[in-house]
Protein backbone atom coordinates (compact mmCIF):
# COMPACT_ATOMS: atom_id res chain seq x y z
CA UNK A 1 0.00 0.00 0.00
CA UNK A 2 0.61 3.90 -0.28
CA UNK A 3 3.06 4.93 2.90
CA UNK A 4 4.07 8.38 3.41
CA UNK A 5 6.91 8.94 5.60
CA UNK A 6 6.78 11.81 7.72
CA UNK A 7 9.86 13.78 9.71
CA UNK A 8 10.41 14.56 12.59
CA UNK A 9 7.72 13.39 14.21
CA UNK A 10 8.47 16.23 17.27
CA UNK A 11 10.66 18.92 17.80
CA UNK A 12 11.11 21.77 19.82
CA UNK A 13 12.84 25.01 18.59
CA UNK A 14 13.11 28.15 20.09
CA UNK A 15 11.73 31.39 18.59
CA UNK A 16 13.36 32.88 15.64
CA UNK A 17 14.86 29.82 14.58
CA UNK A 18 13.72 27.45 11.44
CA UNK A 19 12.78 24.24 11.15
CA UNK A 20 12.31 21.96 8.49
CA UNK A 21 9.35 19.03 8.38
CA UNK A 22 9.84 16.78 5.72
CA UNK A 23 7.32 14.14 3.87
CA UNK A 24 8.61 11.33 1.35
CA UNK A 25 6.15 9.21 -0.52
CA UNK A 26 8.23 5.62 0.10
CA UNK A 27 6.41 3.42 -2.47
CA UNK A 28 4.51 5.90 -5.22
CA UNK A 29 5.61 8.88 -6.77
CA UNK A 30 3.55 11.81 -5.96
CA UNK A 31 2.49 14.37 -8.01
CA UNK A 32 1.13 16.44 -5.80
CA UNK A 33 1.24 16.99 -2.06
CA UNK A 34 -0.86 18.84 0.85
CA UNK A 35 0.29 20.48 3.77
CA UNK A 36 -2.15 20.56 6.71
CA UNK A 37 -2.12 22.51 10.08
CA UNK A 38 -4.52 21.21 13.06
CA UNK A 39 -4.81 23.04 16.32
CA UNK A 40 -6.05 20.99 19.34
CA UNK A 41 -9.60 19.52 19.17
CA UNK A 42 -9.62 21.26 15.62
CA UNK A 43 -9.76 20.40 11.89
CA UNK A 44 -7.39 19.77 9.49
CA UNK A 45 -6.98 22.73 8.01
CA UNK A 46 -5.04 22.88 4.23
CA UNK A 47 -1.77 25.67 4.42
CA UNK A 48 -0.53 24.64 0.86
CA UNK A 49 -1.14 22.31 -2.25
CA UNK A 50 2.48 21.61 -4.03
CA UNK A 51 2.94 20.11 -7.18
CA UNK A 52 6.51 18.92 -7.73
CA UNK A 53 8.92 20.99 -10.17
CA UNK A 54 6.25 24.31 -9.56
CA UNK A 55 5.59 26.88 -7.01
CA UNK A 56 3.19 25.72 -3.93
CA UNK A 57 0.07 27.39 -4.15
CA UNK A 58 -1.00 28.30 -0.68
CA UNK A 59 -4.19 28.86 0.68
CA UNK A 60 -6.02 32.50 1.86
CA UNK A 61 -4.25 33.63 5.05
CA UNK A 62 -1.16 31.10 4.80
CA UNK A 63 2.15 33.47 5.07
CA UNK A 64 4.17 32.07 1.92
CA UNK A 65 7.08 33.33 3.22
CA UNK A 66 6.74 32.07 6.51
CA UNK A 67 5.77 28.77 5.44
CA UNK A 68 8.32 27.75 2.62
CA UNK A 69 7.30 24.67 0.52
CA UNK A 70 9.65 22.85 -1.73
CA UNK A 71 8.62 19.94 -3.62
CA UNK A 72 11.68 19.06 -5.59
CA UNK A 73 11.16 15.34 -6.37
CA UNK A 74 7.91 13.18 -7.10
CA UNK A 75 8.89 11.55 -3.65
CA UNK A 76 9.89 14.87 -1.46
CA UNK A 77 8.36 17.88 -0.30
CA UNK A 78 9.63 19.79 2.24
CA UNK A 79 7.56 22.55 4.71
CA UNK A 80 10.00 25.22 6.15
CA UNK A 81 8.95 27.06 9.22
CA UNK A 82 11.00 30.15 9.19
CA UNK A 83 11.78 32.79 12.12
CA UNK A 84 8.99 30.40 14.17
CA UNK A 85 7.11 32.36 16.99
CA UNK A 86 4.95 30.47 19.98
CA UNK A 87 1.79 30.84 17.64
CA UNK A 88 3.17 28.79 15.10
CA UNK A 89 3.39 25.45 17.45
CA UNK A 90 1.02 22.94 16.08
CA UNK A 91 0.45 19.24 14.21
CA UNK A 92 1.53 19.78 10.71
CA UNK A 93 0.85 17.32 8.40
CA UNK A 94 1.10 16.47 5.03
CA UNK A 95 -0.66 14.01 2.65
CA UNK A 96 0.13 12.97 -0.76
CA UNK A 97 -1.71 12.51 -3.79
CA UNK A 98 -1.73 8.91 -5.92
CA UNK A 99 -3.51 10.04 -9.31
CA UNK A 100 -5.36 7.47 -10.51
CA UNK A 101 -6.48 6.15 -7.16
CA UNK A 102 -9.95 6.18 -5.64
CA UNK A 103 -8.88 7.28 -1.95
CA UNK A 104 -5.18 8.99 -3.84
CA UNK A 105 -4.90 10.70 -0.32
CA UNK A 106 -2.06 9.18 2.30
CA UNK A 107 -1.15 11.08 5.38
CA UNK A 108 1.81 11.07 7.17
CA UNK A 109 2.08 10.95 10.37
CA UNK A 110 2.53 14.29 11.35
CA UNK A 111 4.90 16.41 13.57
CA UNK A 112 4.10 18.19 16.61
CA UNK A 113 6.41 21.45 16.51
CA UNK A 114 6.36 23.61 20.01
CA UNK A 115 8.10 26.83 19.73
CA UNK A 116 9.60 28.17 22.88
CA UNK B 1 -16.63 29.89 6.05
CA UNK B 2 -17.13 25.65 7.34
CA UNK B 3 -17.98 24.33 4.11
CA UNK B 4 -17.93 20.50 5.88
CA UNK B 5 -19.60 20.32 9.09
CA UNK B 6 -19.95 17.52 11.95
CA UNK B 7 -22.20 18.46 14.52
CA UNK B 8 -21.58 16.01 17.17
CA UNK B 9 -18.35 16.79 18.65
CA UNK B 10 -18.44 13.96 20.74
CA UNK B 11 -19.71 10.15 20.73
CA UNK B 12 -20.26 7.83 23.52
CA UNK B 13 -21.46 4.17 22.00
CA UNK B 14 -21.38 0.81 23.37
CA UNK B 15 -19.92 -1.74 22.62
CA UNK B 16 -21.53 -4.18 19.63
CA UNK B 17 -23.89 -1.42 18.85
CA UNK B 18 -23.95 0.79 15.77
CA UNK B 19 -22.41 4.16 15.37
CA UNK B 20 -23.75 6.71 13.86
CA UNK B 21 -21.26 9.43 12.50
CA UNK B 22 -23.23 12.33 10.56
CA UNK B 23 -21.63 15.15 7.86
CA UNK B 24 -22.95 17.93 6.04
CA UNK B 25 -21.71 20.03 3.74
CA UNK B 26 -22.58 23.20 2.39
CA UNK B 27 -20.39 23.01 -1.74
CA UNK B 28 -22.49 21.52 -4.48
CA UNK B 29 -19.58 20.99 -6.36
CA UNK B 30 -18.21 18.26 -3.98
CA UNK B 31 -18.31 14.95 -5.89
CA UNK B 32 -16.04 12.79 -3.38
CA UNK B 33 -16.38 11.55 0.09
CA UNK B 34 -13.89 10.01 2.34
CA UNK B 35 -13.80 9.51 6.17
CA UNK B 36 -10.77 9.42 8.15
CA UNK B 37 -9.79 7.91 11.08
CA UNK B 38 -7.30 9.68 13.36
CA UNK B 39 -5.59 9.02 16.95
CA UNK B 40 -3.85 11.89 18.48
CA UNK B 41 -0.36 13.08 17.38
CA UNK B 42 -1.01 10.83 14.09
CA UNK B 43 -2.08 11.29 10.66
CA UNK B 44 -5.27 10.45 9.42
CA UNK B 45 -6.21 7.15 8.13
CA UNK B 46 -8.18 6.47 5.49
CA UNK B 47 -11.38 4.45 5.86
CA UNK B 48 -14.01 4.30 3.28
CA UNK B 49 -15.09 6.86 0.59
CA UNK B 50 -18.08 7.50 -1.60
CA UNK B 51 -19.06 8.69 -5.20
CA UNK B 52 -21.76 11.42 -5.67
CA UNK B 53 -22.74 8.76 -8.12
CA UNK B 54 -23.97 6.46 -4.85
CA UNK B 55 -25.56 6.95 -1.71
CA UNK B 56 -24.66 3.64 -0.40
CA UNK B 57 -21.12 2.30 -0.30
CA UNK B 58 -20.06 -0.51 1.91
CA UNK B 59 -16.70 -1.94 3.81
CA UNK B 60 -16.79 -4.59 6.22
CA UNK B 61 -18.24 -2.77 9.46
CA UNK B 62 -18.43 0.63 7.79
CA UNK B 63 -21.03 1.29 5.04
CA UNK B 64 -21.27 5.17 3.93
CA UNK B 65 -24.85 6.69 2.73
CA UNK B 66 -25.16 9.95 0.86
CA UNK B 67 -28.19 11.65 0.73
CA UNK B 68 -27.14 14.44 -2.09
CA UNK B 69 -30.00 16.25 -2.00
CA UNK B 70 -29.69 17.34 1.60
CA UNK B 71 -26.15 17.72 1.15
CA UNK B 72 -25.69 14.71 3.97
CA UNK B 73 -23.49 11.69 4.42
CA UNK B 74 -23.08 9.69 7.47
CA UNK B 75 -20.61 6.88 8.34
CA UNK B 76 -22.21 3.70 10.23
CA UNK B 77 -19.66 1.18 12.11
CA UNK B 78 -21.74 -2.09 13.54
CA UNK B 79 -20.74 -3.55 15.48
CA UNK B 80 -18.61 -1.34 17.14
CA UNK B 81 -16.02 -2.02 18.60
CA UNK B 82 -13.54 -0.23 21.81
CA UNK B 83 -10.61 -0.38 19.11
CA UNK B 84 -12.92 2.18 17.06
CA UNK B 85 -12.57 5.26 19.71
CA UNK B 86 -11.05 7.47 17.81
CA UNK B 87 -11.66 10.84 16.15
CA UNK B 88 -13.38 10.48 12.94
CA UNK B 89 -13.03 13.26 10.19
CA UNK B 90 -15.53 13.28 6.88
CA UNK B 91 -13.86 15.21 4.00
CA UNK B 92 -14.98 16.33 0.79
CA UNK B 93 -13.56 16.81 -2.54
CA UNK B 94 -13.98 18.59 -6.07
CA UNK B 95 -13.18 15.46 -8.06
CA UNK B 96 -11.58 11.86 -7.32
CA UNK B 97 -8.89 10.43 -7.65
CA UNK B 98 -6.25 12.48 -5.71
CA UNK B 99 -4.93 16.06 -7.01
CA UNK B 100 -7.40 18.02 -5.81
CA UNK B 101 -7.45 19.59 -2.03
CA UNK B 102 -9.64 17.94 0.67
CA UNK B 103 -12.11 20.20 2.80
CA UNK B 104 -12.35 18.09 6.38
CA UNK B 105 -14.90 18.46 8.64
CA UNK B 106 -14.69 19.47 12.61
CA UNK B 107 -14.06 15.84 13.49
CA UNK B 108 -16.50 13.51 15.87
CA UNK B 109 -14.49 12.19 19.22
CA UNK B 110 -16.20 8.58 18.94
CA UNK B 111 -15.75 6.55 22.08
CA UNK B 112 -17.17 2.94 22.69
CA UNK B 113 -17.61 1.82 25.83
CA UNK B 114 -17.46 -1.80 27.28
Sequence with gaps: GAVVSQ????????SG???KIECRSL???ATTMFWYRQFPKQSLMLMATSNEGSKATYEQGVEKDKFLINHASLTLSTL??????????????????????NYGYTFGSGTRLTVV | DQQVKQNSPSLSVQEGRISILNCDYTNSMFDYFLWYKKYPAEG?????????IKDKNEDGRFTV????????????????????????FCAAS??????NKLTFGTGT???VEL
Excluded: M
Excluded at chain 2, 68 to 88: E, F, M, R, W
Excluded at chain 2, 94 to 99: F, Q, T, W
Design chain 1, 7 to 14: HPSRVICK
Design chain 1, 17 to 19: TSV
Design chain 1, 27 to 29: DFQ
Design chain 1, 80 to 101: TVTSAHPEDSSFYICSASRQGY
Design chain 2, 44 to 52: PTFLISISS
Design chain 2, 65 to 88: FLNKSAKHLSLHIVPSQPGDSAVY
Design chain 2, 94 to 99: ARAGGG
Design chain 2, 109 to 111: QLK
